[in-house]
């Protein structure tokens, strides 16, 4: 069952989020410190979380921001992750299938994410759900994604 994460649902978000970036070896502030962000962009509208589970073993996390081409939202999966011991049940792909659905609610036309090349499974499900990899693609231009901290 896929659920989207109300505000009360903060610490489990934060829970994953803490547990993705440890796995994957990437910076966390700790789940006290992710837990209080969370709360505030739920609470704000800025971020949609979707759980798998009531308690939940993976999270698919949406931004939104408007095109200024037609003034609709583009929807950005910045982040979907399943603990390694739920992953083969079907979970990413209900997670992303809900992703979908919630971009095509709130209007997007585009949704867009990234992954590493080594995530070879995340690659599978990305193309297998219909996404192209353009940095790559025959059909256009190679794009490039970059990255600066600040």
Do not use: K, W
């Amino acid at each position: 069952m896929i659920r989207r994460a109300a505000v009360g649902d903060a610490a489990d978000v934060a829970r994953l989020l803490h547990d993705f970036n440890t796995e994957y070896g990437e910076r966390t502030p700790g789940v006290e410190a992710l837990a209080e962000n969370a709360r505030g962009l739920l609470d704000a509208g800025e971020i949609v979380v979707l759980l798998a589970g009531e308690e939940p073993a993976g999270f698919c996390l949406l931004r939104f921001h408007r095109s200024i081409y037609d003034g609709r939202p583009d929807a950005y999966v910045q982040e979907l992750y399943v603990l390694p011991g739920r992953r083969g049940e079907g979970l990413g792909r209900a997670l992303l299938d809900a992703a979908l659905d919630a971009a095509r609610e709130a209007g997007a036309r585009h949704v867009e994410l990234t992954t590493s090349e080594g995530d070879t499974e995340a690659l599978s499900l990305y193309e297998s759900s219909g996404f192209t990899n353009r940095e790559g693609s025959p059909d256009g231009p190679r794009m490039l994604y970059f990255e600066r901290d600040l």
